[in-house]
């Protein structure tokens, strides 16, 4: 009697499972609604942001370190040469102080170049370069990381605003990515010189950016602009 009402059970149990296949299947391995991979993208795209994030941030704090060593540089060289302006460029409000009777009219002497500034004029690049050969000069270069740190010490004696930008004698008008001066040499490249603001190191605007600022908004570092962007011209003469 046992064995028979076992077996009644087994039979009933297998049609009623072959007759209801889906509903087993459905109870154990439910389908994936399209609101599941909706959620798997986020996550996806929310791990991508995040991870841009501490790209972006690590590239920052590596541009920090990097402008500190060379100050540090700059100091220790100052102080081994007895540079007047052995000051530190960040800190410092105090006007480095010009070698006596060495240069003329406006300029001022910025570790043996006289240089200047011109504050109250804003030109495209061919203007301002202009402007620079009026006064007996051109447009600014730097010989190395010292005249550079040199530069930016005094650019911001002179206060200017964040939004305001300066140009130089550097471009890549005549091959695109090759960075010249525009005595023809080579432009050095990278850190200390070039910026990077975002998510990699200036030059990065290509055929639209063929002119070379100090970037107001990047501390002055150097970034590539459009030429005819308005912006102040920072002469020089060099000593002959
Ligand atoms: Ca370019």
Same mark, same amino acid.
């Given at each position: 009697? +046992?064995?028979?009402?076992?077996? =009644? ?9 072959? !007759? ?6 459905? *109870? ?8 599941? $991979?909706?959620? =798997? $993208?986020?996550? =996806?795209? #929310? ?6 994030? *501490?790209? %972006?941030?690590? *590239?920052?704090?590596? %541009?920090? +370190? #990097?402008?500190?060593?060379?100050? &540090? ?7 081994? $040469? ?26 001022v002497n910025i570790g043996g170049t006289c240089l200047y500034l011109a504050t109250d ?5 061919? $203007? ?6 009026? &006064?007996?000069g051109d447009l600014a270069t730097f010989r190395d990381a010292n005249a550079f740190a040199?530069? =930016?010490?005094?650019?911001?004696? &002179?206060?200017?605003?964040? %939004?305001?930008? +300066? ?39 290509? &055929? ?27 002469? !020089?003469?060099?000593?002959?």
């Amino acid at each position: 009697m +046992v064995l028979t009402a076992a077996v =009644l059970w087994m039979v009933v149990g297998a049609v009623w499972a072959q !007759q209801k296949p889906g509903n087993l299947y459905e *109870e154990h391995f439910p389908p994936i609604h399209l609101n599941c $991979t909706q959620s =798997l $993208t986020d996550l =996806l795209l #929310l791990r991508q942001e995040n991870r841009l994030s *501490e790209l %972006t941030l690590a *590239e920052e704090a590596s %541009t920090a +370190v #990097l402008k500190e060593a060379v100050q &540090l540089l700059t100091d220790i060289r100052n102080s081994l $040469t007895g540079n007047p302006w052995a000051e530190s460029a960040v800190s410092s409000n105090r006007s480095p102080t010009p070698a006596p009777g060495s240069c003329s009219g406006n300029f001022v002497n910025i570790g043996g170049t006289c240089l200047y500034l011109a504050t109250d004029t804003v030109a495209v690049w061919g $203007t301002a370069r202009q402007f620079c050969q009026d &006064l007996g000069g051109d447009l600014a270069t730097f010989r190395d990381a010292n005249a550079f740190a040199e530069t =930016l010490i005094y650019i911001k004696n &002179l206060a200017l605003a964040r %939004t305001a930008n +300066v140009w130089i004698g550097g471009y890549d008008q005549i091959a695109e990515g090759n960075w010249i001066w525009i005595s023809k040499e080579p432009m050095p490249r990278g850190s200390p010189f070039w910026g990077a603001i975002g998510f990699g190191r200036e030059p990065r605007g290509g &055929l639209g950016e063929n002119c070379a600022i100090l970037y107001g908004v990047d501390d002055f570092m150097i970034h590539d602009a459009p030429c005819t962007w308005k912006c102040k011209p920072l002469c !020089q003469i060099m000593h002959s």
